[in-house]
């Protein structure tokens, strides 16, 4: 069964930092595009990052600067490592993943498996 299992939220004050994780199982996420997305209550989930097979890692103007992305392949998984955190940032962080090689990474509709989220709460 393909699951994806987030971690690594919580309460931080603006311009801390976090670093999330997400373990994939079921699949061998190396070859799998993931992507980071997030939501607040009332809006659209938007994608915040992404990382495909061949390393290459994309973000979205918001965050460029402050958010990394990267994979260890040998846990099965992919971190998003956010500094300079503001309370802009604040939502339920999604991971999320596909096989598919061709796609546009930071649209929600691009992937096919989902993790549950974890809460990123930036505030003094």
């Known amino acids: 069964q393909l699951q994806l299992v987030e971690s690594g939220g919580g309460l931080v004050q603006p311009g801390g930092s976090l670093r999330l994780s997400c373990v994939g199982s079921?699949?061998?996420?190396?070859?799998?595009?993931i992507g980071w997305f997030r939501q607040v209550p009332g809006k659209a989930r938007e994608g915040v990052s992404c990382?495909?097979?061949?390393?290459?890692?994309n973000y979205a103007d918001s965050v460029k600067g402050r958010f990394t992305i990267s994979r260890d392949n040998n846990k099965n998984t992919v971190y998003l490592q956010m500094n300079s955190l503001k309370p802009e940032d604040t939502a339920i962080y999604y991971c999320?993943?596909?096989?598919?090689?061709?796609?546009?990474?930071?649209?929600?509709?691009?992937?096919?498996?989902w993790g549950q989220g974890t809460q990123v709460t930036v505030s003094s």
């Open positions: 999320a993943a596909t096989p598919r090689r061709t796609l546009v990474c930071l649209m929600r509709g691009s992937y096919d498996v």
């Open positions: 079921g699949f061998t996420s190396d070859s799998w595009t």
């Open positions: 990382i495909k097979s061949s390393g290459s890692t």
